[in-house]
């Protein structure tokens, strides 16, 4: 071989080699990897929280009645919560890139395209497979997250604190142009959901890259403790759901208070999870996981009673933003929790801390409304008030998870 030709097959310097990246270049850009799928994850649960924010405009515009409207959001739920569980176990047996990406894009164009067709079965197909899409992307995109972050709790945090992003914006964006434009305006949404899934379907090798590089997460599978983290998660996306959707009528109809402020009160709750996932990340990275869920537990409990029995329609309002933080700091550890107990199945595990569990909240929030009918949202948001005691109780079953 000549010296031309060895100078052409010798790698380029200048050039990474994704396929054989060293451990130490993963970790110098772990937070860099780690805001990308954080901005993945908000985008994602951005159309989550676009469908309750649109459903009032189906009404006005297309004249939905209340029980029309109400099966919007149960299409949503059901294709977002009930195939989690099953692509989880599909992530764990076969290595498809392309999920995230796919999962993305099919969110944003099924609510994009919902407010641009009258006749409902077609606005409620295209919101169910809106909803598969949020399906689609959670476990493939859980998985790969746990394998970028690590055993840090923070790390996946930033994941975890992505969709709470997802959630806070929804409302923010989507009513000022739901307001000028009517529900045609769900179109708008469609870009983020194509742009960030074409930076996923570019990276996807850089991805595989970095997961061949993490060390193999090998031991067995301990079930029993996953369930009980289950339970945990079924309690805290029940009061989540339960005060997202009531806090506003309990300012407007309990206190009397304008819409503005009943606004408000829903961007703090919904403001202070975010604050509340991140936090509970680096939490957990100094007091331990199991002691980071108990916390949270033993913290909402106070600061819903804040929410709830303290007079006035200003002053509740640091409480709203305390009980968003409190529920929400068990969040990003309750997932990485689970994939802990479950080092065989990373993807099953966020398939259901991220999807069944975090989404069945919404398909109990009709309970909630039969309660409110008789007794009002201050009846309703009682009640919320003891229910972490149930979280509080199974926390103390769970113990931290063998390394």
Same mark, same amino acid.
């Given at each position: ?7 052409? =097959? ?22 860099? +990897? ?189 079930? =029993? ?27 407007? +109809? ?7 402020? =009943? ?22 990275? +100094? ?12 913290? =909402? ?73 008789? +007794? ?28």
């Amino acid at each position: 071989m000549t010296d031309i030709e060895r100078r052409a =097959a010798a790698p380029d310097p200048t050039r990474p080699d994704l396929d054989s990246l060293p451990l130490a270049d993963a970790g110098a850009s772990m937070w860099q +990897r780690m805001r990308l799928w954080g901005i993945a994850h908000a985008v994602d649960d951005l159309y989550q929280g676009l469908v309750p924010a649109s459903v009032p405009y189906f009404v006005l515009d297309r004249h939905y009645g209340y029980v029309a409207a109400s099966g919007l959001t149960l299409a949503a739920t059901l294709g977002s919560s009930v195939p989690q569980p099953f692509l989880g176990v599909l992530v764990d047996r076969v290595r498809w890139g392309w999920l995230p990406a796919a999962g993305v894009a099919l969110a944003g164009l099924g609510l994009g395209l919902s407010g641009l067709f009258h006749p409902y079965p077609v606005v409620w197909a295209l919101i169910l497979l809106s909803g598969l899409g949020v399906a689609v992307f959670h476990p493939a995109a859980g998985k790969a997250a746990r394998e970028a972050a690590g055993d840090s709790a923070g790390a996946m945090g930033v994941f975890a604190a992505g969709g709470s992003v997802g959630f806070f914006l929804a409302p923010v964006l989507a009513t000022p142009a739901l307001v000028a434009w009517g529900v045609g305006a769900t179109a708008l949404f469609i870009p983020p959901a194509v742009l960030i899934a074409y930076v996923l379907h570019r990276n996807r090798h850089r991805h595989r890259a970095l997961a061949s590089a993490a060390p193999l997460r090998t031991g067995t599978d301990r079930w =029993a403790p996953f369930l009980v983290l289950t339970g945990i998660e079924v309690v805290r996306s029940t009061v989540f759901f339960g005060v997202n959707t009531f806090i506003e009528l309990y300012w407007i +109809r309990h206190l009397h208070a304008s819409r503005a402020v =009943a606004g408000t009160a829903l961007a703090c709750f919904l403001g202070g999870g975010v604050l509340g996932t991140l936090l509970g990340g680096r939490i957990a990275d +100094r007091i331990g996981m199991v002691r980071t869920v108990q916390l949270g537990a033993v913290l =909402a409990v106070p600061m819903l009673a804040g929410l709830r029995f303290l007079p006035g329609t200003l002053a509740p309002l640091l409480f709203a933003g305390l009980a968003g933080a409190a529920l929400n700091i068990p969040f990003a550890v309750l997932v990485k929790l689970g994939q802990d107990y479950l080092p065989n199945r990373p993807g099953t595990a966020a398939g259901v801390t991220l999807g069944l569990a975090v989404s069945i909240g919404g398909l109990i929030a009709p309970a909630f409304g039969v309660l409110a009918e008789s +007794r009002g949202p201050q009846g309703v948001l009682t009640l919320l008030c003891a229910i972490p005691l149930a979280a509080l109780g199974l926390g103390v079953l769970l113990r931290e998870p063998e390394q």
